[in-house]
């Protein structure tokens, strides 16, 4: 095994096993010719109207749908690719840190796609790995308990915090929650009283969650009065469903992250890999993450409120999205992310 992937797995290995999500195969509409595999972090039965619209472009091909953890996806990869193995076609993970660690090391080779001529610089990686989404954190809030609209600042946090309620707010976990996890890190190089923040949340009892529908489902029951820094496009479809349910977007500055798409280096059929990243990158992909799956999309050519252009258009230099860089890799390093999770512990928990 090269030593690059035995770093990988012995960093994955030190993680909480959980078990693999299920694999689900889309057969071909035509006559099938070949098939597909995907490794995802994407839930299935949300990726279904993606797959339906690639294989309506593609009649000949199944594909097989593996739904997986984050930390399942690079595993697999790399353990697959070190043993002369075959792997999937193509990832698309909502993990940017792992995905990226794995291009680094090997496991990806550089494609071309039509797309990628026009893409943003931040959003891509020496042709390896693409954003393909335009997520930002945002504050959810239970309305009934804000008649004149949440705390919308960080520093209006911290001075809500000041007299509210014991356990009204939430946020992740973030030893349990890569994306919460990400989200503090961003939010540590962009915001010079972010231990004060913290420390304001403990005090206030802060509740913390793996996930953001944890936290959403609170918000909405009014078990939370607010949730801070939570996957905007998690919340914004419940938003406009749930009457209970209010998102802000900070109006200091809005970290957005992105879901991630590379083609390994040890793909069975590299070329559909190819095929399927060009058409998640294409117009009629982006439309289809943006309208039916809700994941704002990065194309200037995707009109509407879930892309990436109408952000910039309202908020403009108040973006903060994550680049798809080797910086991501800081965030792995093990001995960095001890000493910050003893840093979160010890505001949370009031210690000097």
């Known amino acids: 095994m090269r030593a690059s992937g035995l770093a990988l797995l012995m960093f994955l290995s030190a993680l909480p096993h959980m078990a693999w999500a299920d694999v689900v195969v889309f057969p071909a509409p035509g006559a099938q010719a070949r098939q597909l595999v995907v490794y995802s972090s994407l839930d299935s039965p949300l990726a279904r109207p993606l797959i339906e619209a690639f294989q309506r472009q593609h009649t000949d091909v199944s594909v097989r749908y593996e739904d997986l953890l984050t930390q399942d996806i690079a595993a697999r990869v790399a353990g697959e690719s070190d043993a002369g193995q075959t792997t999937a076609d193509v990832v698309f993970s909502s993990a940017m840190d792992l995905t990226v660690k794995l291009a680094n090391d090997g496991y990806a080779r550089e494609v071309s796609v039509p797309g990628a001529a026009t893409w943003p610089d931040w959003a891509t990686w020496r042709g390896m790995v693409f954003a393909l989404t335009f997520e930002p954190a945002v504050i959810v809030y239970h309305r009934p308990s804000f008649p004149q609209g949440a705390p919308d600042t960080r520093a209006e946090l911290m001075d809500w915090l000041a007299t509210a309620p014991q356990g009204a707010i939430g946020t992740y976990d973030i030893a349990r929650s890569a ?85 390994p280096k040890a793909a069975a059929n590299p070329d559909l890999g190819e095929a399927f990243l060009a058409f998640l990158m294409s117009r009629d992909g982006q439309t289809v993450l943006a309208e039916r799956l809700r994941l704002p999309a990065i194309s200037l050519e995707v009109a509407g409120k879930e892309s990436a252009a109408a ?42």
Do not use: C, K
Not at 225 to 243: E, F, K
Not at 323 to 350: C, H, I, K, Q, T
């Open 311 to 352: 952000m910039q258009q309202a908020l403009g230099a108040r973006l903060r999205p994550v680049p798809v860089s080797p910086g991501l890799l800081a965030y792995l390093d093990r001995a960095s992310r001890a000493r910050v999770l003893a840093e979160w512990d010890a505001a949370v928990n009031g210690d000097p």
């Open 179 to 263: 994306v919460g996890f990400l989200f503090l890190m961003r939010d540590r190089e962009h915001f010079a009283d972010l231990w004060p923040l913290v420390r304001a949340m403990g005090r206030a009892g802060v509740q913390t969650f793996p996930t953001s529908q944890a936290v959403i489902d609170g918000v909405n029951s009014g078990a939370l009065m607010l949730g801070y820094n939570v996957l905007g496009s998690y919340a914004a479809d419940q938003a406009a469903r749930l009457p209970n349910i209010g998102l802000a977007l900070p109006q200091d500055y809005v970290v957005v992250v992105s879901r991630v798409a590379l083609v």
